[in-house]
């Protein structure tokens, strides 16, 4: 047949895919073959509309560099990467929930003793954070590595600045868990920031008169032998943008309530200069394997 009317184009765009020797493949190519013309018959999509379409995704790829992923946050901001990420999740069985990874994790933070001041000096309320990794049954997990990070005061990480080449890295740092499966650490209060609104992702937010704000957090990744990897984050309760999350990571079991506290000492039996806040959550781990995810970007040069 040379002639397809509507339905026939696209029977026969899959039939075109036959010879695929990889199965999956395949069936991914027709499944989005399925899904496109589908959204051009129920759209009539227009000329215009599918040129801006195409630019918009040429810009898109246009703004990616090595320090920069642009799809990546459009996948985040229409809320492909929280879908994978369920499909990928669909049995916790009591283990800790998962979010996004964020374009902020720069890989091979430095093993830092525990109760050590992460922020570096930078200005911030302090917080203390007390953490647990446990199996399913609360058993502790001894030698788990975590990877911590977390924005500024101005709601920028290290790594989105000039100054991390010379001064290396700030609010990030990894643990390991002790014989109890615990760790702790000093940082200062993280606040909810904007994901980055300069490039195409930033019109589509502008242009749906969405917000860019991602409320405040902590990111862990948590990796055990045996278990599988968990990337998290951990909110703060109270957050004005909980209920609105621009890329809608926010998981009811992730917010903790981080609490003001006026003792003159801290957890670990360290006086503190003044008022602080406590950040306590513990992590279940699921046992099994996966892969440890990698980071989407290099950090500034
Ligand atoms: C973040 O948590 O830092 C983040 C996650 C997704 C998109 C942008 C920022
Ligand atoms: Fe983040």
């Known amino acids: 047949m040379t002639q397809f009317d509507d339905h026939e184009l696209t029977a026969e765009v899959i039939h075109s895919f036959q010879a695929t020797p990889d199965p999956r493949l395949k069936f991914i190519l027709g499944e989005v073959v399925t899904s496109l013309h589908d959204l051009v018959r129920r759209t009539n999509l227009t000329f ?51 979010t996004v990874l964020g374009p902020f994790y720069v890989g091979e933070h430095r093993l830092t003793p525990h109760g050590s001041d992460i922020s570096q000096g930078i200005a911030g309320e302090p917080m203390f954070v007390r953490s647990r990794v446990t199996d399913l049954s609360g058993e502790p997990l001894a030698g788990a590595e975590i990877d911590v990070w977390h924005a500024d005061d101005d709601g920028f990480y290290d790594s989105q600045k000039q100054s991390y ?28 920031y904007p994901i980055p ?8 937010i502008a242009a749906t008169k969405r917000h860019p704000m991602r409320p405040a957090h902590v990111h862990f990744l948590v990796k055990a032998q045996g278990f599988e990897p968990l990337v998290t984050h951990v909110f703060i309760e ?64």
Request: aromatic share 8%.
């Open 48 to 98: 215009e509309e599918w040129e801006r379409a195409i630019d918009f995704l040429t810009r898109t790829g246009q703004t990616c560099t090595p320090l920069r992923q642009e799809f990546i946050l459009l996948s985040d901001v229409l809320g492909v990467s929280m879908l994978v990420d369920a499909v990928n999740h669909r049995e916790r069985e009591g283990a800790t929930e998962t």
């Open 165 to 192: 080449e010379t001064q290396g890295p700030s609010l990030r740092a990894r643990f390991k868990t002790d014989a109890d499966g615990r760790f702790s650490f000093r940082t200062i209060l993280p606040c909810s």
């Open 197 to 204: 609104t300069d490039g195409p992702v930033g019109e589509l």
């Open 238 to 301: 109270g957050d004005e943008y909980l209920g609105s999350d621009a890329v809608f990571g926010v998981k009811d079991e992730l917010i903790a309530k981080v609490e003001r506290r006026d003792e003159p000492v801290m957890p670990d039996g360290v006086p503190a200069s003044g008022p602080w806040h406590l950040m306590a959550y513990e992590f279940q781990m699921r046992p099994g394997t996966g892969i440890v995810p990698q980071p989407m970007m290099a950090a500034a040069e």
